[in-house]
């Protein structure tokens, strides 16, 4: 295994811990729809938190319009 593909893996195991709690701090949440904008970080489509319009799904401000 190459360290490469070790950082890859961690990287992931961390942004699914983040989408676990972001999911658990939304709950009372009501996402903001845009479907023009796509998160590049989780690859959600058009939900954003309605207060802070960073990703529903793992609460990066990492968007591109699609
Ligand atoms: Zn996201």
Redesign the pocket.
């Known amino acids: 295994m190459s360290k490469n593909h070790r950082k890859n893996k961690t990287i992931q195991t961390d942004l699914d811990d983040r989408i676990r709690r972001v999911s658990y701090d939304n709950e009372a949440l009501e996402p903001y729809i845009n479907n023009e904008y796509q998160?590049l970080?989780?690859g959600?489509v058009g939900k954003s938190n309605p207060i802070t319009s960073f990703?529903f799904?793992?609460d990066?401000d990492n968007w591109t319009v699609v």
Request: aromatic fraction near 0%; charged fraction near 0%.
């Open positions: 998160c970080t989780c959600t990703c799904v793992c990066a």
